[in-house]
């Protein structure tokens, strides 16, 4: 028993670190500046909404974690100490596009109800809505 137990504060220290590296990678802020990034897909606002009702994982094998340029018509913009976000619907569809901005990269004069915009942000996947994470407001579509 006692010879077991010598390698214990070893073990120890290799689950610390192991443990360490993967909140690391799990909370990692990413530097990553999507506004000049390229889009792996361009679509509407309710063409993503569509391919997400039709089949959440056939939608979530292409879209997840990609850069999307999406172009709807603004619903609404809410702000909160996190950041700022623009909801995109198109017409009297019962779901649309969140998109989460910081703060620092959206002037919210630009931004307001029934316009037409084209957002460019990560899919972090579909929960009622399609969320896109750290968005820019882009000028066109591209």
Do not use: H
Not at 38 to 64: C, H, M, R, V
Not at 83 to 104: H, M, N, P, R, T
Request: aromatic share 8%; proline share 1%; with cysteine.
């Amino acid at each position: 028993m006692k010879g077991k137990l010598k390698y214990l504060p070893a073990i120890l220290v290799v689950v610390l670190i192991v443990a360490f590296f993967i909140w690391r990678y799990a909370f990692r802020e990413s530097g990553m500046n999507v506004s000049s990034e390229k889009p792996d897909y361009a679509l509407t606002s309710s063409g993503l909404l569509q391919s997400f009702e039709a089949d959440e994982n056939a939608a979530n094998a292409l879209y997840l974690d990609k850069i999307l340029l999406v172009s709807g018509t603004v619903e609404s913009v809410s702000s909160d100490s996190l950041g700022i976000s623009v909801y995109l619907k198109e017409g009297d569809a019962v779901a649309g596009v969140i998109c989460s901005f910081e703060k620092e990269s959206i002037d919210t004069v630009l931004i307001r109800t029934g316009i037409q915009v084209n957002v460019k942000g990560i899919c972090t996947g579909y929960l009622m809505d399609v969320v896109l994470n750290k968005c820019s407001l882009e000028t066109e579509a591209k």
